[in-house]
């Protein structure tokens, strides 16, 4: 099987490549990069990849990357994907998440080849959502209120398109909030755990700076959601749409209470009004039953298991900060 990963240095991308090759030692696996990584941190995990520099906004780069890897299956990951950052950049995450993902179609189609594609979504599409009786399903309305969120929204409905007017296997993965290991610290849980394990090294004050603790979210370990990538590329499911999701709502005050009481040192909560968003969800909660029922596919790694090891791996990386 040949596989193309686009984003592949990314936090999904990188543990997606390396469950894939795990889980089949003799895939031909293709990397789409963009800008510096960690290219012997890459390998380790994926050995054996084959990366490729390249833009997906440059049609004429993404057709030629496509024929050279001539994929069986696409994982398109590369992404704008930071809801705040979006709001001082918005042409650039609607460039990147919409036409990018255009250009990718437009590719498949010039080449005349016939990959499954799978499209990470997100469920920042859904806006805010009033009716918090029942977990978001997959026929919630989309209703984005960031440059972020409208710019996946246009890219979810034109896989979409892409499937019912052109005959694309594409399949849609709407991801609700990701964490764990490696998750870059603009993200909540990670920007927690950094700053404790930065405390406990005595390299920042022994405070937790925060921002709104009532928002509530349905985390998923990133380690699950790369599972439930692979078991969900199918070419039966060409057109569906799956949400990867655990169903449990956390509130960031208890994403907060968890990581301190792992703390080996005393931290105090500090609230800072720029930690504040104005676009910001108060509660996102998914229903995983569909790709549940579908693959057999749950989330498997305990919510309090993801914090350590998103806190043990700030410690680690921390710790070499100090040592260098």
Same mark, same amino acid.
């Given at each position: 099987?040949?596989?193309?990963?686009?984003?592949?240095?990314?936090?999904?991308?990188?543990?997606?490549?390396?469950?894939?090759?795990?889980?089949?030692?003799?895939?031909?696996? &293709?990397?789409?990069? &963009?800008?510096?990584?960690?290219?012997?941190?890459? =390998?380790?995990?994926?050995?054996?990849?084959?990366?490729?520099? $390249? #833009? !997906?906004?440059?049609? $004429? $780069?993404?057709?030629?990357?496509?024929?050279?890897?001539?994929?069986?299956?696409?994982?398109?990951? /590369?992404?704008?994907? %930071?809801? /705040?950052?979006? &709001?001082?950049?918005?042409?650039? %995450?609607?460039?990147? +998440?919409?036409?990018?993902?255009?250009?990718?179609? =437009?590719?498949?189609?010039?080449?005349?080849?016939?990959?499954?594609?799978?499209?990470?979504?997100? /469920?920042?599409?859904?806006?805010?959502?009033?009716?918090?009786?029942?977990?978001?399903?997959?026929?919630?309305?989309?209703?984005?209120?960031?440059?972020?969120?409208? %710019?996946?929204?246009?890219?979810?409905?034109?896989?979409?398109?892409?499937?019912?007017?052109?005959?694309?296997?594409?399949?849609?993965?709407?991801?609700?909030?990701?964490?764990?290991? $490696?998750?870059?610290?603009?993200?909540?849980?990670?920007?927690?755990?950094?700053?404790?394990?930065?405390?406990?090294?005595?390299?920042?004050?022994?405070? !937790?700076?925060?921002? +709104?603790?009532?928002?509530?979210?349905?985390?998923?370990?990133?380690?699950?959601?790369?599972?439930? @990538?692979?078991?969900?590329?199918?070419?039966?499911?060409?057109?569906?749409?799956?949400?990867? @999701?655990?169903?449990?709502?956390?509130?960031?005050?208890?994403?907060?209470?968890?990581?301190?009481?792992?703390? =080996?040192?005393?931290? %105090?909560?500090?609230?800072?009004?720029?930690?504040?968003?104005?676009? #910001?969800?108060?509660?996102?909660?998914?229903?995983?039953?569909?790709?549940? /029922?579908?693959?057999?596919?749950?989330?498997?790694?305990?919510?309090?298991?993801?914090?350590?090891?998103?806190?043990?791996?700030?410690?680690?990386? =921390?710790?070499?900060?100090?040592?260098?």
């Amino acid at each position: 099987m040949r596989v193309l990963i686009t984003g592949v240095t990314g936090f999904v991308g990188s543990r997606l490549a390396a469950e894939l090759r795990t889980h089949d030692a003799t895939a031909e696996i &293709w990397g789409l990069t &963009w800008g510096e990584f960690d290219r012997q941190t890459l =390998e380790t995990a994926a050995p054996g990849i084959h990366l490729i520099e $390249g #833009d !997906l906004i440059d049609p $004429g $780069g993404i057709a030629s990357i496509l024929a050279q890897a001539q994929p069986d299956v696409i994982y398109h990951l /590369a992404a704008a994907s %930071s809801v /705040a950052r979006s &709001w001082d950049f918005a042409a650039r %995450s609607l460039e990147i +998440n919409a036409m990018g993902t255009a250009h990718l179609f =437009e590719a498949i189609l010039q080449l005349e080849i016939d990959p499954v594609i799978v499209v990470t979504s997100t /469920a920042e599409i859904y806006g805010r959502i009033t009716d918090t009786s029942a977990p978001i399903t997959e026929n919630t309305p989309l209703a984005p209120i960031s440059p972020y969120g409208t %710019s996946k929204a246009a890219q979810d409905l034109l896989t979409a398109q892409f499937h019912t007017g052109r005959g694309m296997a594409t399949i849609r993965m709407r991801f609700f909030p990701l964490t764990g290991p $490696g998750r870059p610290p603009h993200f909540v849980a990670s920007s927690f755990a950094r700053q404790i394990a930065r405390a406990e090294l005595g390299l920042a004050p022994p405070r !937790l700076k925060v921002g +709104n603790l009532d928002s509530v979210r349905d985390f998923t370990d990133v380690r699950d959601a790369v599972r439930a @990538c692979r078991v969900a590329t199918d070419r039966r499911h060409a057109g569906q749409v799956f949400h990867v @999701c655990t169903g449990r709502g956390v509130a960031i005050s208890e994403v907060a209470r968890l990581l301190l009481e792992m703390s =080996e040192c005393e931290i %105090s909560i500090e609230i800072e009004g720029d930690r504040f968003r104005r676009s #910001d969800i108060p509660w996102l909660v998914g229903d995983p039953a569909r790709i549940e /029922a579908a693959t057999g596919w749950r989330a498997e790694i305990p919510f309090r298991q993801t914090l350590l090891d998103l806190l043990n791996w700030w410690r680690e990386r =921390e710790q070499l900060t100090v040592d260098s």
